[in-house]
């Protein structure tokens, strides 16, 4: 079964070249697995965190919830909506 996007752009082609140009650009900020260097190394360090501490409760690979960091520099289980829907100003996280 097809998404209904797959079968916009398949209809659409000038509107899949607009997405892919947008999407190249988009690829090209600093972001995720395209950072380099010290920012590479410290997304990673972050993501083997959180990763392990997924593991420690049992919660890894199963879906789920969040672990969100907290002001206290723990982390608590927490709904994805609610996790994610609490950014400050500007895109800047807030901790719970």
């Known amino acids: ?50 990763w392990s501490e997924r593991r420690r409760r049992g919660i890894a690979g199963k879906g789920g919830g969040d672990l969100s960091h907290t002001k206290k520099g723990t982390m608590v289980r927490e709904s994805k909506t609610k996790n994610r829907a609490r950014n400050g100003k500007n895109g800047k996280s807030t901790l719970k």
């Open 1 to 50: 079964m097809t998404s209904s996007s797959s079968k916009f752009y398949k209809s659409n082609k000038s509107s899949l070249k607009k997405k892919r140009e947008y999407d190249k650009t988009y690829r090209k900020k600093e972001k995720g697995s395209l950072a380099s260097g010290a920012k590479k190394d410290r997304l990673k360090k972050a993501d083997s965190k959180r």
